[in-house]
Structures are given as C-alpha cells and as structure tokens.
C-alpha cells in the first residue's frame, strides 16, 4: 500500500527560450538603459535646482548635473558587464533567475 504521504516528482520548471547568458544581457542592458535615465534626471534636476537658488540661474550646474548623473550610472553598468555571469543585483534585493 502507498503513503499518501509520499512526495510527487516536481513539474518541470519552463524555461525560455532564449539562452541564459542573452536573458542576463538583456538584463543588464535594461537596467544600464533605465539607471541612465533616472540618474540624468535627478542630477539635471539637481543642477537645476542650484542654479536656480545659488547661482543666479547659470546653466552650468544643470550641465554638471546631468554629467555626475550620466557617469554614475555610466559606471554601474560597466561594473555590472565585467562581472559577467553574475546576476544584477542592487544594494536592497538580489533579483534571482
């Protein structure tokens, strides 16, 4: 007689169809793409920000702004493609596939 406490062989886990290291590419370029954009955003707006209220409206703190955001961002994607086959990970979560 069987248990009826005997554990069932698991269903098969779906898998795309692409390959693992385009999915992770993909990724990463998502990421990098999106990272980019806010970063730009929040350093122009910063930059707006001051030089509305330091610097007599100058665009110069909006240029640099953009810039320290555009690199920031810039910098985490390139430390994210030379780790290669690591997933993305952020400092609150670890996004597991």
């Given amino acids: 007689m069987a248990d009826s406490n005997e554990s069932r062989p698991a269903a098969p886990v779906a898998r795309s169809t692409r390959p693992v290291s385009e999915a992770l590419l993909n990724e990463k370029w998502d ?31 909006a240029w640099v702004g953009l810039g320290f955001g555009a690199g920031r961002a810039w910098e985490e994607a390139d430390a994210s493609f030379r780790r290669g086959d690591q997933p993305v990970r952020d400092g609150l979560r670890q996004i597991k596939s």
Avoid: E, N, T, Y
């Fill in 31 to 61: 990421r990098a793409i999106s990272s980019m954009i806010i970063r730009s955003s929040l350093g122009l707006s910063f930059g707006v920000i001051f030089s509305v209220l330091l610097f007599k409206r100058r665009a110069w703190p």
